[in-house]
C-alpha cells in the first residue's frame, strides 16, 4: 500500500468519455471500486458492479430500456439501483438493491461521484466553448499513484532532463515562486522566471516575450497550468486524474489555447507534441512505480525544488493549510 493512497471520495471523477458509453455497460474501477456504467434511455447510469443475487459482475450484462439485466439470473437493476424485475419470481416479495452512485454527463464526459455527501456541481474545463480557443483532449493510463502524476505535471526541474530539449536547455536558474493555498486548492505563481526556451518554447514563445505561468492543483485530483501572453496568446493545460487504485490513474488532460491568428496551424504542431511529452512522463512514471514496488514502499524526499509537491501531498492526506508564503526555487 503507497501511503500517500487515500481515497479521497466526496468529488466528482470522470468515468468515461460521453461516447464510450453507447449500448453496452462500461465497466471502470475508480478509487479501488469496481463501477458499471450504463445509459438509461439518454441518462447516464453508475451502479456497483456486482449483482445483489450473487455478485457476478453486472457490467457483463444487458442494458434493457430501463435498467441493467444482470447475465446470470437475468434480474434487472434501474439507474436507482431497485431490482425491478426477476424472471423466475412466481409471487412479488422482498428484492434486494444494487447500490447506486450519482452520474451525470458534462462537456463530453461521464462523471461519478463516489461519496456520501450532497455532491457539489460538476467541475467545468475553462474556455470550452470560448470563441477562438482550440481544445482537445488526451487520455492515459498511467502506472502511478494519483499523487505521483499530479506532481509531475505540475513539476519544473523533471523536464530538463524527460523532456530533454523540449521545454528547457539548461538546468536551473533562480525562480521566486509565490504559493497560496486555501482548503480546496495550491496555487503558485512563477515570478521572475526565465524563458523556455527549448523547441516547445521557439515554437509557440513569440521572441521578447515575457509569459504569466501559474501552476495550480484543485483537490481531489486535477491540475491547471497557464502559460499566459496576452489575451490572444494563451495556453492551458488541464489533467483530470481518476485514481483506479493506489497503482493506477487514468489521466484526461484537457489541453487549451488561444493563438490569434493562426491557431490551426499551431495546433497541426502542439498537438503531436504534447502527446509525446506526455508518453514521456507515463514512460518514466511507470518506471518510479516499479521501483517503489520493487522496495515495497515509498521513502520520498521534498527539497525546496518541490514547494509546490510538499503542499499538494499535505492537503492530499488531509492536513491543515499553512499560510500562504513566497519560496525561492531552481526552476
Ligand atoms: S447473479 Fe445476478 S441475477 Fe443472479
Ligand atoms: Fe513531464
Given at each position: 500500500m503507497i501511503e500517500a493512497f487515500r481515497p479521497i471520495e466526496n468529488y466528482w471523477y470522470i468515468?468515461?468519455?460521453?461516447?464510450?458509453?453507447?449500448?453496452k455497460p462500461v465497466s471502470r474501477t475508480i478509487l479501488g471500486k469496481p463501477l458499471v456504467l450504463f445509459r438509461t434511455g439518454e441518462k447516464p447510469a453508475c451502479l456497483?458492479?456486482?449483482?445483489?443475487?450473487?455478485?457476478?459482475?453486472?457490467?457483463l450484462g444487458k442494458v434493457k430500456k430501463d435498467g441493467l439485466q444482470c447475465s446470470y439470473h437475468g434480474w434487472t437493476f434501474g439507474?436507482?439501483?431497485?431490482?425491478?424485475?426477476?424472471?423466475?419470481?412466481s409471487e412479488s416479495g422482498a428484492r434486494p438493491a444494487a447500490r447506486s452512485l450519482p452520474a451525470v454527463e458534462s462537456q463530453g464526459f461521464i462523471w461519478v461521484f463516489l461519496g456520501d455527501k450532497v455532491p457539489g456541481p460538476v467541475p467545468e474545463f475553462p474556455m470550452?466553448?470560448?470563441?477562438?480557443w482550440q481544445n482537445w483532449f488526451m487520455e492515459r493510463e498511467f502506472d502511478g499513484s494519483a499523487f505521483q502524476c499530479i506532481e509531475n505535471f505540475l513539476d519544473v526541474p523533471h523536464t530538463v532532463f524527460v523532456h530533454s530539449g523540449l521545454f528547457r536547455t539548461r538546468e536551473g536558474s533562480d525562480t521566486t515562486l509565490s504559493i497560496v493555498r486555501n482548503n480546496q486548492s495550491v496555487t503558485a505563481e512563477f515570478l521572475n522566471e526565465r524563458q523556455v526556451d527549448g523547441l516547445v518554447g521557439k515554437l509557440l514563445v513569440p521572441a521578447g516575450s515575457q509569459a504569466k505561468h501559474t501552476d495550480a492543483f484543485l483537490m481531489p485530483s486535477t491540475t491547471r497550468v497557464d502559460y499566459y501572453f496576452s489575451e490572444k496568446r494563451h495556453f492551458i493545460v488541464m489533467s483530470q486524474c481518476t485514481p483506479v487504485d493506489e497503482y493506477r490513474t487514468r489521466v484526461y488532460t484537457y489541453m487549451a489555447f488561444r493563438f490569434d491568428p493562426i491557431a490551426p496551424i499551431v495546433r497541426l504542431i502542439y498537438a503531436p507534441l504534447s502527446s509525446m511529452i506526455l508518453n514521456q512522463d507515463v514512460r518514466v512514471i511507470k518506471k518510479q512505480s516499479d521501483n517503489i514496488k520493487r522496495f515495497g514502499r515509498e521513502a520520498f524526499y521534498f527539497h525546496q525544488t518541490d514547494a509546490i509537491a510538499r503542499e499538494i501531498r499535505e492537503m492530499m492526506s488531509g492536513r491543515k493549510a499553512r499560510s500562504s508564503h513566497k519560496k525561492r526555487i531552481r526552476a
Open positions: 468515468a468515461c468519455f460521453s461516447r464510450e458509453l453507447k449500448s456497483e458492479d456486482r449483482c445483489p443475487h450473487r455478485n457476478i459482475a453486472l457490467s439507474a436507482d439501483g431497485k431490482c425491478l424485475r426477476i424472471p423466475a419470481e470550452f466553448s470560448a470563441p477562438r
